[in-house]
């Protein structure tokens, strides 16, 4: 009973005595360490990264079924491996042990509210969701033009006007991500069709950036709109038929240092939507020119403030790049048969796409 | 045991001796916490059938009432999640249908940590605090599947409901995810 | 702490064991589940390689109807050296799907069901080699602008329509020889052109010319002369020429190209057999389908083009693509 009372005591006074021996001043953050506290945005990155799933990589299953061919039998698609790592991860072999680090601190993938005034988006609050920013905004794509000097038709005027003529190299300088840290992703799957096994095919990306790209939504009269930046730069892109181990593979197409910056919808000017028709089928839309200018005779644009606003569209508004500096077929040296050298569409400008599926 | 309480209340009066200052940077630095959660979960969504799988109440639509064991197939034993980013009315839903099975992992952490150096000279530039949450470098699945489709209305109770499955997805055994998520503020306020 | 996670988990995921009797499916529910969806994955024996021997191929398409105005400084694809010469395989400048009306309504290029199709050749070891990709399109119909510069593919233009523009070209003599073999100005002819050099061997690969093929000659549809046939047929293009009348021209000069079926009342209708393959051998995608050529190809189906006499004589005017058009405005 005595132990008791002590016992008591002494937490009480124990916790009676903490409070006291633990005064201490509170002291204002100075501005320096406030300057760092922004609000509105997170930042993400992932450390040492590495994703690695498929039924051969850890056992299991991992598939995708309910596709069909055209005959209505079903097709199984078998995910032998689906991996993300570092650089040369040599196909999927080097996983485990080869991290990637995406987005950086001073450039990290960010979720983020943005008030729409300042990008186009007028009186609207955007969610935008973004990979790591370049460190220019500038294309990666380095151009040389040319003057256009043909008639549309005999006697008729000579257009007027700058064009791309080619593409001359890929600045490599805007890229936030560093060389060293750019990811390779990869796919192996088994085909089953109608229940046996047709083939195994693979896909695998080496060394790729998404600087750049990003995602913005909002709420639009009735509907949500969007606005799309895509941009892709990998080392290589390749897709090969191997056995269902994943050995014995055959010669594999090649698109090496390929480059995409496809840029949809144009703010409130041209706003992106995706939904699902009443019918059940998808429906993606950039939305059309149509309409938005006055028409003269001929069927452009009469002078006026929307004629320039359409001007600046055609000079400045989005527009989308594919460049790869050579595809190839198997091994083929540089200018025979199966090396296909480089391809480009350039400044390609989408006026108005409408998407819609159907049951096949 | 006056003894005692004496013992301890000269203690209270020795702490008041000592003048209370408060401690410089210097010190509190050297003061080192050991902060931060150690996770680990195991979550099944639907292993047999979801709440409204119920077959003793006579009220429940028959479309709910279905044999919802582990083995079954029945597409209304799992979850289901519509979105429509249109107007509602005229137009449709996203789904994911059938949402069922059981994720566990062991070993997810949450602390938050001080970058001022590494990462190739970022850290430095960077001088600031982040959300670790470490991954818990494997995540059992265990028979977890879902389906992609597209449906006319949103609840299959509605009138006029139609679905259009695309694919179906199913994952069972494990997924390798290592590395650390890293979160801290951006942006302009 | 654990534990309590845990419970809260599972209170939030509520399991429920049930054991239910089976109740049929309800008609109402039956048909819930529709058809399949839009994507088709076939394993297909239907195209050939050089050999002419069947080789297996992948094909994934995409149940879709695309409606697109696009235009764009440069397509180029396949830029690299042939035969010692650079050059490309495609090349378009100022290429354009679509069309504005001259009521500034855009006439839309309208495709469907786009496919990739991948080709591979099984060797003796039993490795499947990838030889060759398509990029394809169930259906095709609208307008395709562009000066092109250079073209690998199959385009089959056909050419028909009044013989005026023929006669009008050529010289007063030879006037005088086609008014005796019958063909007046109101003669209806009909002609097939495709891809040629410029001495008309034809020549599928980087041609800048189309047109009649040495040796195939002008058909009489209507408004023949007793002798027409007979003159017609004895007189194949040789060398660009038939009678002193050019029947090569320059590709650059078909600003806008039609592309579908043309019908009766003038209208289109979607074309199948559009196509743009990277091929490392030749193949022939499906049975009785030409061959394609190795390199970037661009394959315009049949019936895909047709122009008139002075159409095919003066070119075709490029249509309005933009709404501030640099060829317009």
Not at chain 1, 265 to 282: I, K, L, M
Request: hydrophobic share 35%; proline share 3%.
């Amino acid at each position: 009973m005595l132990t008791h009372i002590m016992i008591n005591s002494l937490r009480f006074i124990t916790l009676a005595v903490l409070p006291i021996l633990a005064h201490s001043d509170l002291i204002p953050l100075n501005d320096s360490t406030l300057k760092k506290i922004d609000g509105e945005g997170i930042g993400i990155i992932l450390e040492d990264f590495v994703y690695q799933a498929g039924e051969q990589a850890n056992g299991g299953t991992f598939e995708i079924s309910g596709l069909e061919n055209s005959s209505g039998q079903s097709v199984v698609l078998g995910i032998s491996q689906f991996y993300v790592a570092g650089s040369n991860s040599n196909r999927g072999v080097n996983v485990i042990d080869n991290p990637v680090n995406l987005g950086r601190l001073q450039y990290p993938y960010n979720i983020e509210l943005r008030d729409g005034n300042d990008i186009a988006i007028t009186d609207k609050a955007v969610l935008e969701l973004a990979a790591p920013k370049k460190l220019v905004d500038l294309s990666y794509f380095q151009t040389s033009k040319e003057n256009r000097v043909e008639r549309r038709f005999p006697g008729k005027q000579a257009a007027s006007g700058q064009r791309v003529d080619r593409i001359t190299g890929l600045d490599e300088t805007i890229f936030s991500t560093r060389g060293s840290e750019r990811a390779d992703l990869g796919i192996r799957f088994d085909l089953e069709v109608g229940g046996t096994d047709a083939q195994s095919l693979e896909n695998h990306v080496k060394g790729l950036a998404i600087d750049g790209s990003y995602v913005r939504l909002w709420g639009g009269e009735d509907r949500v709109e969007a606005e799309v930046n895509f941009n892709l730069y990998a080392e290589q892109i390749e897709f090969r038929a191997c056995d269902s181990i994943g050995t014995n593979c055959g010669d594999s197409v090649n698109f090496n240092n390929i480059g995409i910056e496809a840029q949809l919808g144009d703010g409130n000017f041209q706003p992106v939507t995706f939904e699902v028709t009443s019918a059940g089928q998808f429906s993606f839309l950039v939305g059309s020119l149509e309409g938005k200018c006055p028409i003269g005779t001929t069927g452009g644009c009469e002078a006026g403030s929307a004629k320039l606003r359409l001007e600046e569209y055609y000079t400045s508004g989005p527009s989308t790049n594919i460049y790869v500096d050579n595809v190839r077929i198997g091994t083929a040296p540089v200018n025979t048969v199966g090396n296909f050298g480089s391809s480009t569409i350039s400044n390609l400008q989408i006026q108005y796409l409408e998407v819609t599926s159907h049951d096949l | 045991m006056i003894k005692i309480i004496m013992l301890i209340l000269s203690l209270v009066y020795v702490s008041h001796i000592f003048a209370l200052e408060p401690l410089a940077e210097e010190e509190l630095q050297q003061i080192l916490g050991q902060g931060g959660v150690y996770l680990s979960g195991d979550i099944t969504i639907n292993e047999t059938g979801g709440p409204l799988n119920d077959v003793s109440d006579v009220s429940n639509p028959p479309i709910w009432q279905q044999n919802c064991s582990v083995t079954s197939t029945n597409k209304r034993c799992g979850a289901r999640i519509a979105v429509n980013a249109g107007d509602g009315e005229n137009s449709g839903w996203l789904v994911l249908d059938n949402i069922r099975g059981r994720f566990s992992f062991e070993g997810m952490t949450l602390k938050t940590r001080v970058i001022d150096t590494g990462f190739g000279g970022d850290g430095a530039l960077f001088d600031s605090d982040v959300l670790e949450i470490g991954l818990p470098n494997t995540i059992s699945y265990s028979n977890v599947s879902f389906t992609l489709a597209n449906s006319s209305k949103a609840r299959p109770t509605d009138v006029g409901f139609n679905q259009t499955d695309i694919l179906n997805v199913k994952i069972d055994g494990d997924v390798t995810l290592r590395g650390n998520l890293l979160l801290f503020p951006t942006g302009n306020p | 702490m654990l534990n309590t996670l845990s419970k809260i988990f599972c209170i939030l995921f509520f399991v429920q064991t049930s054991y239910a009797q089976l109740i049929p499916i309800t008609e109402n529910e039956l048909s819930d589940m529709s058809g399949q969806a839009f994507i088709n994955v076939d394993r297909l024996q239907t195209a050939k390689n050089s050999s002419n021997q069947t080789i297996d191929t992948t094909k994934i398409t995409l149940g879709l109807d695309i409606k697109t105005s696009v235009n764009a400084d440069l397509l180029d694809l396949g830029n690299y050296e042939r035969n010692g010469s650079a050059g490309s395989d495609i090349r378009i400048n100022d290429f354009a799907l679509g069309r504005i009306d001259s009521d500034g309504k855009i006439v839309p290029f309208e495709i469907s069901d786009p496919f990739i199709e991948l080709a591979f050749d099984t060797d003796a070891t039993g490795k499947e080699n990838l030889i060759g990709l398509r990029l394809g399109f169930g259906g095709a119909k609208g307008a395709l602008s562009g000066n092109i510069e250079s073209l690998t593919g199959k385009i089959n233009i056909d050419i028909f329509g009044k013989a005026a523009p023929v006669r009008a070209s050529t010289t007063w003599l030879n006037r005088g020889l086609l008014s005796l073999a019958g063909i007046s100005d109101t003669t209806i002819l009909r002609a097939g052109a495709e891809l040629v050099q410029a001495n008309g061997v034809a020549n599928p690969v980087r041609a800048t010319t189309v047109g009649i093929p040495n040796g195939d000659n002008l058909n009489c549809e209507s408004g023949c002369g007793i002798l027409t046939g007979v003159a017609l047929a004895l007189l194949g293009s040789n060398n660009c020429n038939v009678l002193g009348i050019d029947t090569c021209f320059p590709i650059d000069i078909y600003r806008t190209l039609e592309v579908g079926n043309k019908q009766a009342n003038g209208s289109f209708t979607e074309a199948p057999g559009l196509f743009l393959s990277f091929l490392s051998e030749k193949i022939t995608w499906e049975p009785g389908t030409q061959q394609a050529e190795t390199g970037a190809f661009l394959n315009v189906p049949n019936g895909g083009l047709e122009v008139d006499f002075e159409q095919a004589f003066n070119g075709i005017e490029r249509a309005r693509t933009k709404y501030v058009d640099p060829y317009y405005d």
